[in-house]
């Protein structure tokens, strides 16, 4: 009896276990907001700079932009999550792509009419993804390359050092190679 009993409390403590470790946790933050503003689901892009075969460097860039053409007036406010040494796997047309606890780097930047970037916030932190998602387009299907064209949604959590938490999901991503 003993026995059956430590063995349900050890199936429990572990499903609780990897339940928090990613995608279920105490995230208070809205999601896609970072400084008071809120960024789209769709239409972000996921620039991928460089891979080996199970590990790759991709920069995900959420935007939006005003029409101003005021002086000093704000034109576009834009976040960067810098990812770095990625794990991934390829397996025909489904690309997954996870992290526990990633190092890595966020830049929040605004930019003003006449005066281009004046404002950057720079944090350094972790991510926690897991992501699944379909390569609608692709020439090789064991390798990822930035002319693959993706689907599917997944979300990234980013805690800072200082203890921020950035919520973002993303919808469709728009792979594209560099243009940093």
């Known amino acids: 009896m003993k026995t059956r009993l430590i063995?349900?409390?050890a199936l429990i403590m572990m499903g609780t276990i990897s339940c928090e470790k990613i995608g279920v946790g105490s995230w208070d933050v809205q999601e896609n907001t970072f400084s008071e503003t809120t960024f789209p689901k769709e239409g972000s892009t996921f620039t991928f700079i460089s891979g080996s075969d199970s590990k790759m460097n991709a920069v995900l860039c959420f935007a939006i932009g005003t029409n101003s053409t005021s002086w000093g007036e704000l034109t576009k406010s834009k976040i960067n999550f810098y990812l770095t040494d990625i794990p991934y796997e390829v397996n025909g047309k489904r690309l997954r792509?996870?992290?526990d606890k990633l190092p890595g780097r966020?830049?929040?930047?605004?930019?003003y009419y006449g005066m281009?970037?004046?404002?950057?916030?720079?944090?350094?932190g972790n991510y926690s993804f897991d992501s699944k998602l379909t390569r609608t387009f692709y020439t090789h299907s064991a390798a990822f390359s930035p002319t693959d064209r993706?689907?599917?949604k997944w979300t990234i959590r980013f805690e800072s050092d200082s203890g921020e938490k950035l919520l973002f999901e993303v919808v469709d991503p728009n792979l594209r190679a560099p243009d940093l």
């Open 116 to 124: 281009g970037k004046a404002y950057v916030v720079t944090l350094t």
């Open 97 to 99: 792509i996870y992290a």
């Open 106 to 111: 966020v830049s929040y930047i605004e930019e």
């Open 7 to 9: 063995f349900v409390m």
């Open 150 to 152: 993706l689907s599917g």
